[in-house]
């Protein structure tokens, strides 16, 4: 074999060997990528699970906070209740009131 072909065969395997490299470097950079985009998707489900939760307890606080104010007004509603009849028995007398109260609840 001369030193020409002998050059040619050696630089058709460099190129060979060049292009073998290029593939692995391209599967690797792939990979890479689509790693990032796993990491990239996994941490906006995590942002919006907690914005979820955020929203989810601002809801349950709120639903105390009503919860409360609706025993708060039945509490005062039957104060006004029980006021009325006191009233009504004080003023007019037992058997009236009975039949005010009864008809007051239907």
Do not use: P, W
């Not at 030193?3 to 460099?14: A, G, K, P, V």
Request: glycine letters at 2%.
């Amino acid at each position: 074999m001369n030193l020409c072909s002998h050059s040619l065969t050696f630089q058709i395997d460099l190129e060979k060997n060049k292009a073998r490299e290029i593939s692995k470097l391209q599967a690797a950079l792939r990979e890479m990528e689509q790693r990032v985009e796993e990491a990239i998707e996994m941490q906006e489900r995590e942002l919006a699970k907690k914005a979820i939760e955020e929203a989810l307890a601002q809801e349950r606080e709120k639903i105390t906070v009503l919860t409360n104010e609706v025993d708060g007004l039945k509490v005062l509603f039957f104060l006004n209740q029980l006021m009325k009849y006191l009233n009504c028995r004080y003023l007019q007398g037992f058997e009236f009131c009975i039949v005010i109260s009864s008809n007051q609840i239907q």
